[in-house]
């Protein structure tokens, strides 16, 4: 066996698919000195075993791009190597068992439009046309992707890993990664079975061994391996050659035709997560013990589905481990607290057909620094630390497995392993009638059950679905308090962290557009730009005193924006960054009358002139001390309190009790989201991301070019806003409202402009004082052309396969001079 090289500029850990993936990309992008260290054979983790279906349409716009790359790479890779992946295009059908299921998949197919991929809804018998062997019973549609097909896994691998060679990398079998080596917060190298190697970049690809990988290196990769079943026939000459892959989703099961026989897959409602002591240390091409009884109620509807199986045999039950994460998405992305060590795992199930555009995008983020895609979804900071707890990804993981053929309905969140992270107030909401969300591991309440209904009996539970639930009618009374009365929200959730020290002005200086150099008692919103102006955070900051601020961020983006932040305070400030989240609570009091509602329980003046806008205050409530911020995300009067843990309670009692006079009423996130997309406020995550520029993003107003340069130079990313201020803009954010009161929005809905596809909507809501569904996207615009241009076009929201009229907007149509904020 070759020797081991000393010092080398990347080591990648793991020979999947995804690690040579990763290898043969860097390759590609002409990084010299790659080495790929495989504890066993190549493929011999998950890889070996996969059913190997390629689908390219998927739930988002990046993933959709991934998969694209990934199947278009297919023959690249073959004319590159020699080898074959045995990818054929027979397309794919997704059957539909019910109404529901069906527009989801009209859903689907609009979104295809959009991304690329061709996808039409076909009928039921259309369906049996192309695929003779399904029973129709029950089928109300099916989407047809002619472009889908299937391919053989391991030989994908192969072909990456020989054309990685090809480029130059060296590849390590039966070399096993002990250790992590770091000093100063960066990665320098590993150790291996075979002795230690230098390295400048480690990238962790060990598949469901990832999280041990990562606790090498202090690095959280909250994912757990769960058992995934086949079962294979034998060959019939009654199984059509080329037959498309099929899934039936309503009855957890996918279908591909490979050498004559079936190969039958699953994805049951409840899987069995598969602890990491069952899984040998010397485990290679792991092959699980059958579970018959398990699938026993999937196997008898595949059977009545595909009748054919009842007549032919089943040769193979074929039981392998895959990584699944708590939220069912990737880990992706350069871990928080450690340069350079990158993390490329937990791929769903999913990780054949999007190997290509994961590798792809951790090499190019690699090499750029920074991503050159929106991966914030997939993005390893948002992985909260107790995901990584083995009980807790015990509980979640069979449910992660089983969401994956679930109805894709909106607003969905998983029911195990839930109420681990809760505010303090949470207790007092649920006696109230609250219904629980889950965001960044935390319960958040998203609407509340009114006690009349409660009174009545009624639950406050969750229902599903595309059309208006029983609790839309909650979320319309909680909008209506904040438009014309006054909601309280609990908001204890929001990231928030203290900056502090001689420098904290200047280095926030250098990481916001804005200008924070302001008074003590300031609020000031703004963004956190990249060097592209690609908006990574999005912010107010309140000046706490001369050396210390506060930053509140979305719940979501706590972790991600204290990465940032401490990644971009350099070495010689006198400054540090603190999460602060846990030891505060935040309850909004939001509406026209919420001055009325505090104005007897604080001891300051709340008129504009002795607490105007934009300020916050330090305040008594009730026997507590608290700081208001007069600030609001729902485009109202309004104050956010904040007030340490132990008296958070009793705050809210206080203002529950004076709020009986005054009509005060208990909002959720529901209520937050719907209103906020009335004013047009961005959610970052959503509607901006790391790849959206901030003027794009309409955010040119929080942008201050011409703030004092800090000492620390000028602010991140001021150069590209001067670059695109005096080009133009190849696209804006715009806002919809549809002219038919009926439909509603989720995001992911088309655009079009003059009845051509332009975009889709980056998020959606019912707006219930403006009388019809609201959302935001972007629409590409041509070179120089006008706001009152762009406005001046037809424009109309395609919901599931339907064309309704939309009025477009630049500003916000609710309250577009921002008067109520100020009044
Ligand atoms: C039954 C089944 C069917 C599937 N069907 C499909 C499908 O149809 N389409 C699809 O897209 N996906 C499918 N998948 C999922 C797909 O197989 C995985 O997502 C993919 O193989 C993950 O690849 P990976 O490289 O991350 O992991 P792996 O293939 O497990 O590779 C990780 C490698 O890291 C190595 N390693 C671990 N620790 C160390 C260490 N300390 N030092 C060195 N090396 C280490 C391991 O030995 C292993 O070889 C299926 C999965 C299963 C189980």
Redesign the pocket.
Known sequence: MAELPSEVRCVV????????SVAYHLARLGWRDVVL???????????????????QLRGSSTLTKLAKYSAALLPELEAETGLSTGFRQNGSLSLALSDERLEELKRQATMGRVWGVEATMVSPAEARAKHPLIDLKGVTGALWIPANG?AD?ANI?QALAKAARQRGVRIFEN????GIRHAGGRVTGVD?SAGPIGAEYVVN??????R??GRMAGVNVPLLAAE???VVTDASPDIARNLPVLRVPDECA?V?EEAGKLLV?FFEPKGKPLPDHKISDDA?FLSLPDDWEHLSRELELAAERLPILKRVGLHTF??????FTPDGRWILGEAPGLRNFFV??G?????????GGAGMAIAEWMEAGEPTFDLTAYDIRRCQPFHGNATYLADRIGEALGLHYADQFPHRSPVSARGVRTTPLHERLAARGACFTEAAGWERAAWFLPEAARARGEKAEWRYGWGRQPWFAHVAEEHEAVRSGVGLFDLSTFGKIRVEGRDAEAVLQLICANDIAVAPGRIVYTQWLNRNGGVEADVTVSRLAGDAFLVVTPTASALRDLAWLKRHIPDDADCVATDVTVGEACLGVMGPRSRELLAPLVDVALDNAGFPFSSWREIEVGYALARAHRISFVGELGWEIYVTVDMARHVFDSLIARGADVGLRLCGTQALNSCRLEKAYRDCGHDMASTDHVLEAGLGFAVKLDKARSRFGDFIGRDAVLRRRDASLSRRLVQFLLADPRPLLYGNEAILRDGRVVGYLTSGAHGHYLGAAVGLGYVACSPGESADQLLASTYAIEVAGEQVAARASLEPLYDPKGARLRG
């Not at 690809?205 to 990832?210: D, P, S, T």
């Not at 074929?318 to 990584?323: A, H, K, Y």
């Open positions: 850990i793991g020979g999947g698919i995804i690690g040579c260290l495989e504890r066993k054979r190549l493929t011999s983790g998950t890889t070996w075993h996969a059913a190997g279906l390629i689908g299937q896994p691998a070399t096993k990664v002990t291996t690809c060990a598949g469901l061994w990832a041990q990988v995934h079943f086949y996918y591909k897959g290679e074929f039981n392998g481990p895959e990584s490329a795992a791929f769903n199930s999913i990780g054949i057909q999007t190997a």
